[in-house]
T-cell receptor
Framework: DTGVSQDPRHKITKRGQNVTFRCDPI?????LYWYRQTLGQGPEFLTY????????KSRLLSDRFSAERPKGSFSTLEIQRTEQGDSAMYLC????????????????FGPGTRLTVL | RKEVEQDPGPFNVPEGATVAFNCTYS??????FFWYRQDCRKEPKLLMS???SGNEDGRFTAQLNRASQYISLLIRDSKLSDSATYLC??????????FGTGTQLKVEL
């Protein structure tokens, strides 16, 4: 399967614990995005990387959240001291970046990691 | 006010019906517009891009009105397999996607 993969698919944790999620983008894609989706809502942007550089972070990304993409390939999203409000689906997407014409390049989403904080 | 607003539905329609979804966006600087489809407990997938000139893909027609900041999706001859949540999406050119809450469609026999 050459699509975006995420691990784990499900994570149940107790409040106050730290969790880390991994995303493996489509191999030739240089842009990687993290989104969060809660029940009944559309996905909300968290952050994105171009290669290893983190270029934008949402105000939703509190200081308990950190994302890395050290070698410009896979990415990790860590949540420290989890809270019940962190329960959501965390989606990763990748794209090949902006074309020379400036047109949009489709973002392909992974299956997501569903986090439940008890 | 949300950046992208949609009626959450659900829209319950019989098979073969025509159904239309609407969406409004608040940022007049938005540059690209899309409809994504999301099946229950699955990831969103691009359904189609939306252009001012309108575009059609089989039974699906999308339209953009920049002056009114309004996007529409029309599904003709709806099938059971069209049951899903349809997400209106805009981007300001930086590739960051801004999603609406989604409109749920249920096509029934």
């Amino acid at each position: 399967d050459t699509g975006v993969s995420q691990d784990p698919r499900h994570k149940i944790t107790k409040r106050g614990q730290n969790v880390t999620f991994r995303c493996d983008p489509i191999s030739e894609h240089n842009r990687l995005y993290w989104y969060r989706q809660t029940l009944g809502q559309g996905p909300e942007f968290l952050t994105y990387f171009q290669n290893e550089a983190q270029l934008e972070k949402s105000r939703l990304l509190s200081d308990r959240f950190s994302a890395e993409r050290p070698k410009g390939s896979f990415s990790t999203l860590e949540i420290q001291r989890t809270e019940q409000g962190d329960s959501a689906m965390y989606l990763c997407a990748s794209s090949s970046g902006t074309s020379r014409t400036g047109s949009y390049n489709e973002q392909f989403f992974g299956p997501g990691t569903r986090l439940t904080v008890l | 006010r949300k950046e992208v607003e949609q009626d959450p539905g659900p829209f319950n329609v019989p098979e073969g019906a025509t159904v239309a979804f609407n969406c409004t966006y608040s940022n007049s600087a938005s540059q690209s517009f899309f409809w994504y489809r999301q099946d229950c407990r699955k990831e969103p997938k691009l359904l189609m891009s939306v252009y001012s000139s309108g575009n059609e893909d089989g039974r699906f027609t999308a339209q953009l009105n920049r002056a009114s900041q309004y996007i529409s999706l029309l599904i003709r001859d709806s099938k059971l397999s069209d049951s899903a949540t349809y997400l209106c999406v805009v981007t300001g050119g930086g590739n960051k996607l801004t999603f609406g809450t989604g409109t749920q469609l249920k096509v029934e026999l």
